[in-house]
């Protein structure tokens, strides 16, 4: 699951770390600009705003991200606690208000609700040609029978299926994969998609020379 965090102070990295370290793939901007670009190209994604903009810029900000992106679950982090700033939020669009003092458990425990809310909003259950994917347990399945799969396998897998049909780049596929400030070697793509193939069938994901990948569902 990939998290966008809107965050004023990028310096700020203690709560990325803490995402990270759960294997969720963050990606951080600064400026309701930055989201309204980033969520224009990406699907599912659940936004995490610090509402510690200077003024009432933080609510400014949570009103635009709502407009641009109607469906994301917008969980908001705030140091304040009260009726007025709570119905606020909430009016403004928020799903969930934490305090910014909250414990990481019960953050993730959120987390996880909003992920329960993105799987009943879409079909748990992608299926092309003999693979399908239980997104609801992390589950691959090749004609019924389940194949063990590493978790960046997996994302792959799933980014790919989610997106048959259509050409994915090396960039699409790798940002989808890795935090922005995540090293990435330069052949790992290659490794992931042939393990991926070992795994399904040879033909399931196609090379289109100088484009990227397709996944085509076949074996």
């Not at 509402?51 to 304040?80: N, W, Y």
């Not at 079909?123 to 399945?141: E, Q």
């Amino acid at each position: 699951m990939q998290i966008l965090l809107v965050q004023e102070n990028p310096q700020n990295i203690e709560l990325r770390c803490a995402l990270a370290a759960q294997d969720y793939v963050v990606k951080q901007v600064s400026c309701a600009g930055a989201a309204i670009g980033f969520m224009a190209t990406e699907r599912s994604q659940i936004i995490i705003l610090d509402l510690d903009f200077p003024g009432d810029q933080g609510m400014c900000v949570l009103e635009v991200l709502r407009k641009s992106s109607p469906f994301a679950p917008i969980l908001v982090l705030t140091c304040h606690d009260s009726v007025r700033l709570r119905n606020s939020c909430f009016d403004r669009g928020a799903d969930v208000l934490l305090q910014k003092t909250v414990a990481v458990p019960e953050l993730l425990a959120r987390l996880r609700v909003l992920e329960r809310w993105l799987t009943r909003s879409s079909n748990p259950v992608i299926k092309i040609g003999n693979v399908s994917i239980d997104t609801v347990h992390h589950s691959v399945f090749v004609d019924g029978r389940e194949v063990p799969m590493p978790r960046k396998e997996y994302m792959l897998l799933k980014t790919m299926m989610n997106n048959a049909g259509h050409v994915q780049s090396r960039q699409f596929l790798e940002m989808h994969l890795y935090n922005w400030d995540e090293e990435i070697s330069s052949n790992a793509l290659e490794v992931y998609v042939h393990n991926l193939r070992r795994k399904l069938g040879r033909n399931f994901i196609r090379t289109v020379r100088g484009l990227g990948y397709k996944v085509s569902g076949d074996r």
